[in-house]
């Protein structure tokens, strides 16, 4: 069973595509929202994708350039 308030935190940083996306799914899996954290510039095409075909809402949360944050929810 989920927990509807539970927000895993997913940090994906140093870790290339397809890892960031593996990772989000696996976490989808046990709890309904991830913040996610990854520095892979392909990382928010690859999360965006997964999510679309999951219909997952994901918000980019994005700070700086370097570092992407995605807060997904079912």
């Known amino acids: 069973m989920t927990n509807d308030t539970a927000v895993r935190l997913v940090d994906a940083r140093g870790m290339r595509c397809p890892w960031p996306a593996l990772r989000l799914a696996r976490a989808m899996r046990e709890v309904e929202a991830v ?28 700070a700086d350039a370097g570092e992407g944050r995605w807060r997904v929810r079912r």
């Open 35 to 62: 913040l996610l954290i990854a520095d892979d510039p392909n990382a928010g095409r690859e999360i965006a994708a997964l999510a679309a075909g999951h219909g997952w809402a994901v918000t980019d949360e994005s």
